[in-house]
């Protein structure tokens, strides 16, 4: 059983930084593949990055530019840094690994104008 324990979230102004974690607990991380997806209120929930177990990277378009994922093997955690945050990325955050498609249970990111 895996289960994936996210934090970091909070209020920052637009413009701001955040940098989220995701800790996975249990006896696979480093075979699998890690993402961050984000759900706004009343929209369905969407990839905002991913890492391969090779280091393999993908980002949301919107994204680009201003968010970095990268993982700790030794740790069994994955980080989100986000900068330049606009309101639009506020949502709530979600960490995700496969194969298994295990999820956490997320946190939540608001960014005031």
């Known amino acids: 059983q895996v289960q994936l324990v996210e934090s970091g979230g909070g209020l920052v102004q637009a413009g701001g ?5 995701c800790v ?33 990277t993908d980002y949301a378009d919107s994204v680009k530019g201003r968010f970095t994922i990268s993982r700790d093997n ?6 989100l840094q986000m900068n330049g945050l606009k309101p639009e990325d506020t949502a ?3 960490c995700r690994l496969t194969p298994g498609d295990y999820w956490g249970q997320g946190t939540q990111v608001t960014v005031s104008s």
């Open 92 to 94: 709530v955050y979600y």
């Open 24 to 56: 996975a607990n249990g006896n696979i991380f480093r075979f699998n593949n890690m993402g961050w997806y984000r759900q706004a209120p009343g929209k369905e929930r969407l990839l905002v990055a991913r890492m391969t177990s090779g280091g393999g």
């Open 17 to 21: 930084s955040l940098r989220l974690s």
């Open 74 to 79: 030794a740790k069994k955690t994955v980080y």
